[in-house]
Structures are given as structure tokens and as C-alpha cells.
């Protein structure tokens, strides 16, 4: 069962005194510690991508199992007097040394597990580089005032919770072979107790060398060496050229509309912003407002099959491959796709021209940041599985990726888990394994919204549904609890949670050649802040579903803005 620790709504309106109208600062993330250290960025003159840094270094380190300088994500930014969003791509990269059949055997079978557990599942780690780059162009104060509170947060320590707890005992096995893992995040090589306090000075030390001197204090002197050294150790690939050759990127998000409303999402290589533009596009003209029940979801299932199978087949690191963005996020596109889809009768996948999924992993994290002022920041950052590849860094605290296995292992046959990938997403020496994070802003005349959510494959069915309430006027609360379906192409099923679908729904999807699946526990972590336009009020919420916490502020600085 889930523990619901803090679900929070709150609403507060702040009449102006300023010329500017001025409102309320919001933040919605996954740990408290983590939220409460962007306000006290805030408090202290920064803006809202100061407070992104200490959010990100903060939930690196009280959320170990979601995400971590040992791994990457994608922050998306927008200034306040900016009318475009820029996307910071830290994405791992695949060591140089890797190569397209590094986790198969030499009868070209993939070996279980090689690109889950241990040094050789790492790609090249994306967060410090991103950290360090968003406080010196878009942040207004040094790297040791925004990583401080994540420094103080490893020393101090944070206390288990049942969740943690969960998370350990799903990645028990992968921890206890990494010595300075166990010793960190177990006790005695088992699952710690509820409340248990997990320090990490080693985790500090290696923050205080980045806040001296920037993404070098990560990739170079002796944090870098111990990175090449215990890889090395470990079976793993890495050398000095990987770590310091690694360059975040800018790019500009994938856009698209819906009624008033422009989306701003994760463009390549994420294949979440495409494929939510393509399902909003395939369905712009079916009212979908006003369609209630079966209709509704029958089109909305129909859309997320039809997207899954072109990320399948066309998306992967843009640097490597031509991924025809235009066309697939073209309205003409869209249009084709629709006319393929009865009104009736679900389509089976395998009538579709074949293509496949990519596995995904079961954790990560995302925060939607607001200031006072208007800039904002929606980021969803991972390590992949929980507790990455389980690996930890002695002495330097950090817990390595696996985001490894979000390439596919081997193009056109099934990997280890069943599913097969496509030639665009093969692994390549320096390339970007594809992602589905999809940090998104929601924009029109009466509201700003931002969210995203972890959650594997079904991050983008999970965003999808929640642009459908966002721009349907719900409520934060609304938008984070709403139940919520999945359909990925294949397997060909929709899962969904128990509240998603009433029993004449059902029915109704079963009687139309839906097969369905229902499950047990519900899953995601949405992060939302709203801001109302025309009340300037803020409004924020953290998902039912976590342990995170949303909360709306009105700041008052101690510094006046630097
Ligand atoms: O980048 C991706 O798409 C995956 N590594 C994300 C994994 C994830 O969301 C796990 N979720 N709970």
C-alpha cells in the first residue's frame, strides 16, 4: 500500500503593492527537505533557477533511488520576460568506449542485468554539469549559496520511509555488491529501519568540491579520478576523456497547441514532448471536451497506441539520428494518423506497421518550480531503476546510473525484458540513450501550469492526461490525483488504475476489442504549480501517490535581489 505522507493544496491571493504585479512563489517536489530547500533559496535573493539547483542537489540526496549527481535529466527554463522556453539537456551519455553490442554475448544474446546492475550499466552523468550551468547563466547566486542546503541535508542525514524502504528492498541485491553502497544506504547489508538516519559525508564533500569549483570539482581533480578508478574497479569503461568531454546542451523544447493553450515539452532526446504534441494533434478536432466515458478514452487509448509505435521506430538522440520532428508533430501527420482510427473498434497493434517499445525503469523524480517573478522551471531527473545501477562511488559518495538500459540492447529482437527497440535508439560511443521525461510547461489567457512526473513509458500518457485537465480548468490537487490509463503500443493492453475506468466503461472498452488490464497499485509522482492570471494567485500540489510536498509562499527576501 502507499503511505499518503503529504498531499497539500493551498491557495493564496496577495493583493500587490508593487507596480509589477507580483504573486506568490510556488514549488511542488517529491521530498519535503527538497521543497523546503528551494524557498529557503528563494528567501535568500535567488530566483527560480537558483532554487532548481538546490532542489535538484537536494532530492540527490534525500531521494537516492530517484536521482542523483551520478545521473541526469532534463530542466526546462523560461524567464520571466522571456516568450521562449529553453530545455538544459544533462542526459548521460554512452561512455566512448561503448558499443552498439556491449551487453550481449558472443552469441549475440542479451546477457540479464548487464545494463541494470553495476559500473558497466553507467552512462556519463549529466546533473553536474547541468547544475553548474544553470547558476551561472540563468541563476543569480554563486554554486555554494544554492548547493548549501543539499550539502547540510547530506551531512545531517534524512530518515527512512516506508517508501525508501520499498525502493532498498526492490534493489537489495544490486546494493549489497556495491561495499560503499551497502554502507550507505543499508544497515548490516539489510533494509534499514522506519526513521533510521542515512548520512553521507562522502556525498557532502564531493557537493563542497563542485560549490569550489563549479562542474571541474565533479569531473576533474579527485572526484574525477575516483569516478574512473572504481569504475575501472568494477568492470565499467569510463576514462578521463568520457567525464571531461561531457557538455550539457541547449535546445529548444518541442511545442505545439491545444484549444488557447501552448504546450512547451521535453524535445529529443526525449520522445515526450513529440508524442504528446502527436496525441493532441491526432485529436484537435474530436471535441474531446465535451466527449465523456468510453468515447473519450477509446480515442485517448487509440492516440497513445499510434504515438508509442512511432517513438519506437523514429526517436532517439538527435545528435546521431534524423528524427523527424517536423513531421511527426505536423498537424497534416496527425491528421493521417486519425483516419486510421474507428470510431468503434479498437485497432490491434500488430495491424500497425510494426515497430517497438523501449523498457523503461521504475524510478525518478520531477519538481515544477515558480518564482515571484514570473521565471519558471518544470525538471524531471532520473538515475532509471531505483537506486540507479546500485553502484556507489567509495569515497565519493555517488551513486551511478543505469540509464544504460533505456538504449535498446539490441535492435530488432526482443531484450531481456521481453521487448524489442529500434536501430534509432542502438548505442553509439558518446550518444544519449532515448528518455520519456517530460518536464512540460501549459500555457493560455487564464493560467500557467507547470508539471511533469516520473513514471517509466507512462510518463507521457500520465502528462498527456494531465494537459487534458490543466487546460480543462482542474485544480492542481485535481490534476495530480485524477486516476490515470496507459497504452504503449505493446504490450497491446491498457493499464490502468482501479479508478480510471467505471464497470460499464469496462464494458464498453472490452465489447471494442480493448484488452485491459488492471492494476494493483497505482503509480507516477506529479509535481504542479498553477498560476492564475487574472487573480495572480498561485496554487501547487504534490501527487497522493508520494511523499513529496507542494507549497505556495509569498517571499520575503533577506537579501534584496542581488
Ligand atoms: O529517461 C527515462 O525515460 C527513464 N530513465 C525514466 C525512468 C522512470 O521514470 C522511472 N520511474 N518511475
Not at 103 to 118: H, T
Not at 444 to 462: A, E, K
Amino acid at each position: 500500500m502507499m503511505r499518503i505522507i503529504t498531499s497539500l493544496f493551498i491557495l493564496l491571493v496577495f493583493a500587490s503593492g508593487h507596480t509589477e504585479p507580483r504573486h506568490a512563489a510556488g514549488i511542488a517536489s517529491a521530498h519535503p527537505v527538497a521543497t523546503a530547500a528551494g524557498f529557503e533559496i528563494l528567501e535568500a535573493g535567488g530566483n527560480a533557477f537558483d532554487a532548481a539547483v538546490a532542489v535538484s542537489a537536494t532530492l540527490a540526496v534525500v531521494e537516492p533511488y530517484s536521482s542523483g549527481l551520478g545521473g541526469g535529466g532534463f530542466w526546462l527554463l523560461q524567464q520571466a520576460d522571456k516568450d521562449e522556453a529553453v530545455m538544459i539537456d544533462g542526459r548521460e551519455t554512452a561512455p566512448l568506449q561503448a558499443h552498439e553490442k556491449m551487453y550481449q554475448d558472443e552469441k549475440g544474446n542479451v546477457i540479464p542485468g548487464l545494463s541494470m546492475d553495476g559500473a558497466l550499466a553507467a552512462g556519463i552523468p549529466g546533473e553536474p554539469a547541468a547544475l553548474a550551468h544553470i547558476a551561472k547563466k540563468y541563476g543569480r547566486l554563486p554554486l555554494s549559496a544554492s548547493l548549501a542546503p543539499a550539502i547540510r541535508a547530506a551531512r545531517e542525514g534524512f530518515r527512512v520511509t516506508p517508501h525508501y524502504q520499498r525502493m532498498a528492498r526492490f534493489r537489495l541485491q544490486a546494493l549489497r555488491a556495491s561495499k560503499a553502497a551497502s554502507a550507505v544506504f543499508l544497515y548490516r547489508d539489510e533494509v534499514p529501519h522506519e526513521d533510521y538516519i542515512i548520512k553521507q559525508p562522502d556525498l557532502a564533500r564531493t557537493l563542497e568540491a563542485m560549490a569550489a569549483h563549479g562542474a571541474a570539482g565533479f569531473y576533474q581533480g579527485e572526484v574525477g579520478k575516483k569516478l574512473i578508478a572504481a569504475t575501472g574497479k568494477a568492470g565499467g569503461i569510463w576514462t578521463a576523456e568520457d567525464l571531461q568531454s561531457y557538455a550539457i546542451k541547449e535546445r529548444k523544447p518541442v511545442t505545439g497547441s491545444w484549444y488557447d493553450y501552448r504546450i512547451t515539452s521535453a524535445a529529443p532526446p526525449s520522445s515526450g514532448g513529440i508524442a504528446i504534441i502527436e496525441m493532441l494533434n491526432m485529436l484537435e478536432n474530436d471535441g474531446l471536451r465535451s466527449l465523456t466515458g468510453v468515447a473519450r478514452k477509446h480515442l485517448l487509448i487509440e492516440a497513445m497506441r499510434r504515438a508509442y509505435r512511432d517513438r519506437a521506430e523514429y526517436l532517439g538522440d538527435p545528435d546521431f539520428v534524423d528524427v523527424p520532428l517536423e513531421r511527426l508533430t505536423g498537424k497534416g501527420y496527425a491528421r493521417s494518423l486519425r483516419e486510421t482510427i474507428a470510431p468503434s473498434r479498437a485497432t490491434p497493434s500488430r495491424e500497425l506497421k510494426p515497430a517497438a517499445p523501449i523498457p523503461e525503469g521504475r524510478h525518478t523524480t520531477h519538481f515544477s518550480i515558480l518564482d515571484d517573478e514570473g521565471n519558471r522551471v518544470a525538471a524531471t531527473l532520473s538515475i532509471n531503476y531505483p537506486f540507479g545501477s546500485g553502484f556507489m562511488v567509495e569515497g565519493a559518495g555517488i551513486l551511478l546510473n543505469d540509464e544504460m538500459d533505456d538504449f535498446s540492447a539490441k535492435p530488432g529482437t526482443p531484450n531481456a525484458y521481453g521487448l524489442v527497440g529500434a536501430q534509432a535508439n542502438a548505442i553509439a560511443p558518446g550518444k544519449r540513450m532515448l528518455s520519456s521525461m517530460s518536464p512540460t510547461f501549459v500555457e493560455g489567457p487564464d493560467r500557467l501550469v507547470i508539471l511533469g512526473t516520473p513514471g517509466g513509458s507512462r510518463i507521457i500518457t500520465m502528462v498527456l492526461q494531465g494537459i487534458l485537465a490543466a487546460t480543462d480548468g482542474q485544480s492542481a490537487s485535481r490534476i495530480v490525483t485524477q486516476p490515470r490509463f496507459h497504452h504503449q503500443y505493446l504490450p497491446d493492453v491498457v493499464q490502468f488504475e482501479t479508478q480510471a475506468f467505471t464497470v460499464g466503461e469496462v464494458l464498453g472498452l472490452q465489447r471494442m476489442g480493448h484488452k485491459l488490464k488492471q492494476l494493483r497499485e497505482r503509480y507516477g509522482n506529479m509535481q504542479v504549480v498553477i498560476l492564475d492570471k487574472a487573480r495572480h494567485s498561485v496554487s501547487a500540489a504534490s501527487d497522493p501517490r508520494g511523499e513529496g510536498l507542494a507549497q505556495v509562499k509569498k517571499i520575503s527576501r533577506k537579501a534584496d535581489s542581488p
